[in-house]
């Protein structure tokens, strides 16, 4: 038997972080446990909701947060909250499959326009790795807005 994988991030702001990757990866926030949210409900607003109503204290009401793949394939995402900053360049990163049909300078563009909406959302870009065939399709490699480094693929 498989083993599933839970993806997790240590974060300043989980929330906030959160929400950056959702947009990043089209990936949802998951209400509260026992709690049926109607279409279009904020599932954030719904949560804390649920934790004023289970008493916890506001100041640990952001000490974690997540993040579910719609469709059920993709892994859980989970942002806990550490005190201390990241200061070394993380081991493990994630590749955003973002054109992994397209090649050449088609596939470089579409790259591209997604880091420029990713910047655009708090993202920075480090560097633009150009095709080398056959070994290399071109990526750009990028930063989320706590300094943690993915792929654009």
Known sequence: MSSTVQVTFDARDPRALSIFWKEVLGYVHPGPPGVELPDGADPLAAWDE????SGVPEDQRNSASALE???GKGPRIFFQQVPEEKVAKNRVHLD????????GDERMAAL???????????ASRLR?????PPTSIGFIVMTDPEGNEFCLD
């Not at 649920?50 to 109503?53: D, I, T």
């Not at 591209?112 to 708090?122: M, N």
């Open 112 to 122: 591209e326009a997604r880091c420029d909406e990713l910047v655009g959302i708090g």
């Open 69 to 71: 793949d719609p469709d």
């Open 50 to 53: 649920f934790l004023e109503r």
């Open 96 to 103: 955003v499959r973002t054109a992994p049909e397209l090649r």
């Open 128 to 132: 633009r790795f150009e095709p080398e």
